[in-house]
């Protein structure tokens, strides 16, 4: 089985900045892609940003040029900086992977989200 825990959320004012990160342990072999997702109040969950296992990456229109993301492979670890954060990037970050865990097999898997607020 395979664990993805995050981390680095919190309240911040708008302008400021966080990093979050995702950790993943378990029985893993290698991980393909690492996304983050956030939820809004009221709203459907959407893809933030994603990152391939070569590097590549892609973000959501809202967060082009404010937001980046990283993957350390050697701690399987995936990150989102954030900058110049919004009210409108209030929501619960969620961290997901999509994990080899044998030669063959692959699934996908999450984690349990933290929470970003972005208010005065």
């Known amino acids: 089985q395979v664990q993805l825990v995050e981390s680095g959320g919190g309240l911040v004012q708008p302008g400021e900045s966080l990093r979050l990160s995702c950790a993943a342990s378990?029985?893993?072999?290698?991980?393909?892609?690492m996304d983050w997702y956030r939820q809004a109040p009221g709203k459907e969950r959407e893809l933030v940003a994603r990152?391939?296992?070569?590097?590549?990456?892609n973000y959501a229109d809202s967060v082009k040029g404010r937001f980046t993301i990283s993957r350390d492979d050697f701690k399987n670890t995936a990150y989102l900086q954030m900058e110049s954060l919004k009210p409108e990037d209030t929501g619960v970050y969620s961290c997901?992977?999509?994990?080899?865990?044998?030669?063959?097999?692959?699934?996908?898997?999450w984690g349990q989200g933290t929470q970003v607020t972005v208010s005065s």
């Open positions: 997901h992977a999509n994990v080899y865990y044998s030669l063959w097999y692959r699934n996908d898997f």
């Open positions: 378990g029985s893993i072999r290698s991980i393909n892609t």
């Open positions: 990152i391939t296992s070569g590097g590549s990456t």
